[in-house]
Nanobody, 126 residues
Framework: EVQLVESGGGLVQAGGSLRLSCAASGFTFDDYSIGWFRQAPGKEREGVSCISRSGGTTYYADSVKGRFTISGDNAKNTMYLQMNSLKLEDTAVYYC???????????????????WGQGTQVTVSS
């Protein structure tokens, strides 16, 4: 059974940092592109970052470039999203997702992904 489990969310002050984790079971990260998405109340789910199957290419939404970093540990089958300099507008539920086949031009489209985690809440306070 394929499963993705996010962790690491919480409450942080603006300017602070959090590291989200996405642990996978039932498949190996080597075979999938892994994306991070977020959804704030009343808003659509948006792509935050993605790392290609090979791990050689990463993508970021303009709103998080320079602040967020995606990385992975294939030995642990775990993906991470390091979030620095957090802003109020980063408050959302964050999801990780896996896509077996993903073109670089569509990495931010939620419907391109095959598997999803349950999400973890990130709240940034002033």
């Amino acid at each position: 059974e394929v499963q993705l489990v996010e962790s690491g969310g919480g409450l942080v002050q603006a300017g602070g940092s959090l590291r989200l984790s996405c642990a996978a079971s039932g498949f190996t990260f080597d075979d999938y592109s892994i994306g991070w998405f977020r959804q704030a109340p009343g808003k659509e789910r948006e792509g935050v970052s993605c790392i290609s199957r090979s791990g050689g290419t990463t993508y970021y939404a303009d709103s998080v470039k320079g602040r967020f970093t995606i990385s992975g540990d294939n030995a642990k089958n775990t993906m991470y999203l390091q979030m620095n300099s957090l802003k109020l507008e980063d408050t959302a539920v964050y999801y990780c997702a896996a896509a077996r086949f993903l073109s670089s031009t569509v990495w931010g489209r939620a419907w391109e992904y095959d598997y999803w985690g349950q999400g973890t809440q990130v709240t940034v306070s002033s």
